[in-house]
Structure formats: structure tokens, C-alpha cells
């Protein structure tokens, strides 16, 4: 046993021999792999940090974005609109500076086809078929009181010859009564 210990032992040293340039090379390898680890570390907590950062920056450049875009749309819409209201204007005061060059023109058949004559001739017609419909209002008025008491001498009109029919036909078949002629005799 002592043999075999002194085997071990002998082979436990030789390992170490060799083992120990190994074991010298690998310190100075651990201290740089702990500085990495650090300076690793380091780095990643700046990076995440610069990350978020920017993803902040980043959440805020797209708000601001979309409120420049939705104002610039707005802007867009209100400007098509004015422009459209100012042809509307452009338009409107052209056909005033037409009417105005026809009302100044001295011949009546131009003056004629003026908006100004137009509305005037309309208005004259709608005063005439009003003057119209009060003569006919007033007609009718003055003819109500007369045309109520014809049509309820019309309906006692009605209700008389009613009743002479009814009469013509009772005496009727009271004289065919008295003659016999329908009576049937068992």
C-alpha cells in the first residue's frame, strides 16, 4: 500500500509539474477574464440604459410625428376649403360685374335679360296673381252665405220629392190592394 501511495503521490506530482506552466498561464487569464466580465457588464448596463433612452425618444419623436401630420392635414383641408370659397367669391363678383354692365347699358333689350328685371317681372306677377286670388277670396266670401242657404233648399228639394215618391208608391199599392188583383184566394 505504501507502494502504491508513493505511485499516487509520485503521479500526483508529475500532474502537477505538468499542470503548473498551465495553472501560471491561466491566472493572469483569469484576472483579464474578470475584467472583461466587468467592462462586459458595464457596457451592457450602458447600452440598456442608451436603449431605453432611445426608445423613449424614439415613442416621443413618433407623437410629435403624428400631431405635425394630423396638423398638416388639417391645414391642407382648410386651405382646399378657402380655396374653393374663393372661386365661389370670384365667381359670385364676376356675375355681380356682369349684372352691373347690363344695368348700366342703355338699350332695353339688354336691360331685359337683367337679373334685377327678371326678379322685378316675377315680383309684378306674383302681386297680379295675388290681387287675383283676393278678388276671387272676396268673391267667394260675399257668394258663401247665398250658396249655403241654396244647398239646404236643394236638400229640402231632396227630402220633399223623397217623400212624394215614398207617397206615389204607399198609394200605389194601397189602390192595388183595394182592386183585389193580388190577393190570391184559397
Known amino acids: 500500500m505504501s ?11 508529475e500532474k502537477k509539474a505538468a499542470l503548473a506552466p498551465i495553472i501560471k498561464e491561466l491566472r493572469p487569464l483569469r484576472s483579464k477574464c474578470q475584467e472583461l466580465e466587468h467592462l462586459h457588464t458595464k457596457k451592457k448596463t ?5 436603449s431605453a433612452s432611445l426608445g423613449s425618444n424614439l ?4 407623437q410629435e410625428v403624428r400631431g405635425l401630420r394630423d396638423h398638416a392635414q388639417t391645414e391642407e383641408s382648410r386651405h382646399h376649403f378657402l380655396m374653393h370659397s374663393k372661386q365661389l367669391v ?6 355681380v360685374d356682369e349684372e352691373l354692365a347690363i344695368y348700366k347699358n342703355s338699350d332695353p333689350a339688354v336691360r331685359k335679360t ?5 326678379y322685378n317681372r316675377k315680383i309684378q306677377e306674383q302681386d297680379n296673381l295675388g290681387k287675383a286670388l283676393r278678388a276671387k277670396q272676396k268673391t267667394v266670401r260675399e257668394q258663401h252665405a247665398p250658396n249655403v242657404a241654396q244647398m239646404a233648399m236643394w236638400r229640402d228639394l231632396q227630402a220633399l220629392l223623397a217623400c212624394k215618391r215614398d207617397s206615389l208608391i204607399t198609394r200605389q199599392q194601397f189602390k192595388e190592394a183595394e182592386t183585389g188583383d193580388n190577393i190570391l184566394i184559397l
Do not use: P
Open 114 to 118: 337683367s337679373l334685377r328685371e327678371q
Open 46 to 50: 450602458e447600452y440598456d440604459s442608451l
Open 59 to 62: 415613442h416621443n419623436l413618433e
Open 90 to 95: 370670384e365667381l359670385q363678383q364676376q356675375k
Open 3 to 13: 507502494d502504491m501511495s508513493d505511485k499516487l503521490n509520485k503521479m500526483i506530482a
